[in-house]
């Protein structure tokens, strides 16, 4: 590890201006953060990177005062300090720019400024705009903000937008601007832009913190770089050490947990199942997605998050209108333009936020169980309710659902068993093709190695699965071929033995591998 | 199963009271006319109520009501002739107007995203505007003609019951069966329970919420033609105001959450059951009619909170 080994420029020049020491934080279920330390030295661009679910955000939002840590300290110019709450940690001139701007859209720039600062600093309202515009020129200024003071805040352009949250955190004297993904929906001409001021903000002596999962952008932009991985430091690289392939390696660096493994079936007649091609559902698509999929095959589909990969799912399972493309499934295209005409096909979506779209909450185990097959229950327009309870019953012993009786609503059950509920839905028919979005989100060690078996059953059985995962042991532990998808569009495919985590993430990151 | 137990408990202690108030049993009279009442404002409780469940809400019934009681007498009256066909092709006319209107609201809704307060909301205005234009804000009546049309949606009673309440009860098994039965019925709770996780089972979410408006606004055309059978007559400017509230109210009442996805039939109608007991009790106890409002208004705020503390004190950890 190369952890705490190099001195900075900063580190010579002067103390730290925040020091974290020991910090953890576990969430219901997980351990979001364990023993985290972090420097950060005035007017330093330190970068913080790692994969998703790494602990970035949940770091980054205890240093703002949004989330509270279990254990560990804060020091700010070597003091001890306490964030209680956003205000405390603004107080001490932390300010957090969240990926998702915190603007109000309908009030004008110098507004979103000074918002909720108004009346105690400036007095009455006369007096109030006048200054806070003249104040409010002033970061414009120095920011680079060209449209009128007076203009709502929608009708700028996100770039645009973030520059005004910027100089909402000047406005507050913060000394820490913390960014988190601040460049995700951003040109490239206003990445550049943003760049600059983040230079010219250093050389003034604001400390910024950085979060990309854009490592190209965090290899021009960053003096230092510190890695999580698992929610505990994986190490730290110095300006000179900084590069691409260092990066990687940090993030991933881990020997794979134990983990379930496929029964991988002999290459037999590899029958193609699924073809899509040409599929186009992003007008900055750039190029279109084609992919086939064999039966009983497991394509994985790998990629960071905001790359598309839900986006791909919702589209060929007819929830959002594709631009163009096909769809083939057997020798038969299949015309999908809802959710309807997709589960005629026999292709269903286990969705990514199974409270959302995946189960009515209220509703019984045995209900959520049956309503896609409600059609085949029906005889004589009514439908036949102890043929709706066999299929429950089958259901939930098949997928040993824990629930205490079929009326039971479906929202009191665990994630895990409201999990396998959403997973028996589909699988009371019989799927073709199966789309999973990540199936074992949020549920216990136990449960996801019961899915992983039947995910592995199911292949067995003939249906071809594309399976999304941000949890890159899961892609490497399932699938027969991985895509890896950066932007909106496919950055790469390999076959099962070219299945790496540093190459995945190399494609996911949008880098090149030279196969 | 536990709240229609607990309905009815409620509405046996409300009739307890109210006879122990009058100090007798109430009479025949007494009964046919709260059957009656029952009935008639059942039918609007059951289609505010299958909205409810599917999650919508419909503001305009009462304006709805108003424009076809004011209409059909207009239509029957257009022809001195008067056979019982083109009575039959009047009323036809008039459900057709009413299941227009609700297309128009489920389109509005469903296709432009709009939300279903205030599609409705429009809707009351327009439509009572509608009928006080068309009739020039005269009350449009029946005279003494369509006895036999009068008769056999309103006078006549079916054995010792009001016809009303015999509809109603017709109305209650169709639409309980299509409600607890069917898919239709089962796609319904679903939608309002939620509507993401609907679309994403294949259900065709905005077709069934269509259909669910177009049966609302269809059964308030059929209360509107009950009131012309009942009042022989309807004034243009009133007829049928504040209805929608009342079965709001009596949906509500009768466990129906306005988020969705919950209800049943029966306990509708003990909603709207509670309601007119309700009524029958204050003008029993001498508070003047003017407060009935106030006296409903305290009842349904009284069981909301009730409701509340019920769920609070079963979901904390014990």
Excluded at chain 1, 403 to 431: C, E, F, I, Y
Excluded at chain 1, 460 to 469: E, M, R, T
Excluded at chain 1, 480 to 505: K, Y
Excluded at chain 2, 142 to 166: E, I, S, T
Aim: hydrophobic share 45%.
């Amino acid at each position: 590890m190369m952890s705490d080994t190099q001195t900075t420029d900063f580190a010579k020049s002067s103390a730290p201006l925040l020091q974290v020491v020991g910090i953890s934080k576990a969430f219901p279920g997980v351990q979001a953060l364990s023993n985290v330390s972090l420097r950060l030295y005035p007017g330093e661009i330190l970068a913080v990177v790692g994969e998703n679910g790494a602990g970035k955000s949940t770091l980054m939002k205890i240093l703002a005062g949004v989330l509270q840590p279990d254990a560990g300290q804060i020091y700010l110019q070597g003091h001890p300090v306490r964030f209680r709450h956003v205000e405390d940690a603004q107080r001490h001139g932390i300010a957090l720019i969240h990926q998702e701007l915190n603007l109000v859209p309908n009030l004008d720039i110098a507004g979103n400024i000074f918002l909720g600062r108004e009346p105690a600093q400036l007095g009455p309202i006369r007096w109030l705009a006048r200054d806070i515009y003249r104040q409010a020129a002033l970061y414009a200024q120095q920011l680079g903000i060209q449209a009128p003071l007076t203009t709502p805040v929608k009708n700028l352009s996100v770039g645009q937008q973030q520059l005004v949250e910027i100089a909402k955190a000047l406005s507050l004297a913060s000394r820490i601007l913390i960014m988190d993904e601040p460049t995700s929906s951003l040109t490239p001409r206003e990445t550049e832009r943003l760049f600059q001021i983040i230079r010219q903000l250093s050389q003034q002596g604001v400390s910024i913190i950085y979060i990309s999962h854009r490592l190209r952008e965090v290899d021009q932009i960053a003096d230092r770089v510190s890695v999580l991985r698992d929610g505990g430091n994986a190490g730290e690289l110095a300006k000179d050490q900084i590069n691409y392939e260092a990066m990687v390696r940090l993030m991933v660096g881990r020997e794979l947990k134990q983990f379930y493994q496929r029964h991988f079936a002999a290459p037999v007649a590899k029958e193609a199942l699924v073809h899509v091609t040409n599929l186009r559902f992003h007008l900055h698509q750039q190029r279109p997605i084609s992919f086939t999929i064999y039966r009983g095959e497991v394509l994985g589909v790998a990629g960071l998050m905001g790359s598309g990969r839900t986006r791909l799912l919702e589209t060929i399972f007819g929830i959002r209108p594709k631009i163009s493309g096909q769809i083939y499934l057997g020798q038969r295209e299949v015309r999908i333009q809802s959710p309807y005409d997709a589960i005629q096909a026999g292709i269903y979506l286990i969705p990514e936020d199974r409270k959302c779209h995946g189960l009515i909450l209220e509703d019984s185990v045995c209900h959520n169980l049956s309503l896609p097959s409600l059609r085949e229950l029906t005889r004589y327009w009514l439908i036949r309710t102890r043929q709706e309870k066999i299929l429950a019953r089958r259901m939930i012993a098949h997928l040993n659902i824990r629930t205490p009786h079929l009326d039971q609503p479906v929202g009191l059950l665990s994630g895990g068993n409201q999990q396998k509920t959403v997973l028996g839905k589909w699988l009371a028919r019989r799927p073709r093709w199966l789309l999973l979005d990540e199936p074992t989100r949020g549920i216990d060690v136990h449960t996801k190695s019961e899915i992983y078996a039947l995910i592995d059953n199911l292949a067995h059985q003939g249906v071809a699965i594309l399976l999304v995962s941000s949890e890159l042991e899961e892609i490497l532990g399932l699938c027969d071929r991985v895509l890896v998808m950066h932007q909106g569009e496919l950055a790469g495919e390999l076959p099962r033995p070219q299945i790496h985590e540093e190459t995945i993430m190399r494609l996911a990151t949008g880098g090149k591998i030279s196969l | 199963m536990k709240k229609l137990l607990g309905l009815t408990v409620f509405l046996a202690l409300l009739y307890a009271a109210l006879c122990i108030a009058r100090g007798q049993l109430p009479d025949y009279a007494f009964h046919y006319n709260l059957g009656r009442d029952i009935g008639y404002y059942g039918i609007m409780t059951l289609e505010a109520g299958i909205l409810i469940i599917s999650g919508g809400i419909d503001l305009s019934i009462g304006s709805v009501v108003g424009l076809t009681a004011t209409l059909l007498p207009m239509i029957l009256l257009a022809y001195g002739e008067t056979n019982a066909a083109y009575q039959v092709f009047a009323i036809c006319l008039v459900l057709g107007l009413g299941a227009l209107i609700g297309l128009a609201h489920g389109v509005l809704i469903t296709k432009l995203g709009l939300q279903p307060f205030v599609v409705t909301l429009c809707g009351l205005f327009i439509y009572r505007g509608l009928a006080r234009w068309i009739s020039e804000e005269q009350v449009m009546g029946l005279g003494n003609r369509f006895a036999q049309l009068k008769g056999l949606l309103y006078a006549d009673p079916v054995g010792p019951f009001p016809k009303f309440f015999v509809i109603l009860l017709i109305l209650v098994g169709v639409f309980g069966v299509f409600l607890h039965g069917t898919l239709y019925g089962r796609y319904l709770f679903a939608i309002g329970g939620n509507e993401r996780a609907a679309r994403y089972a294949g259900i065709a979410v905005d077709r069934y919420k269509i259909l669910a408006y177009v049966i609302c606004s269809t059964l308030a055309a059929f209360a509107g033609i009950l009131y012309v059978m009942q009042h022989n007559s309807a004034l243009p400017s009133n007829t049928g105001s504040f209805y929608e509230l009342y079965a709001i109210a009596a949906a509500v009442l009768g466990g129906c959450s306005l988020r969705g996805g919950e209800g049943t039939v029966p306990s509708m109608v003990l909603g709207t059951a509670i309601i007119w007991l309700l009524d029958r009790w204050t003008l029993t106890l001498g508070i003047r009619s003017e407060l009935l409002s106030t006296v409903v208004g305290a009842f349904l705020l009284a069981g909301a909170i009730l409701e509340e503390m019920l769920r609070r004190w079963q979901s904390e950890p014990r």
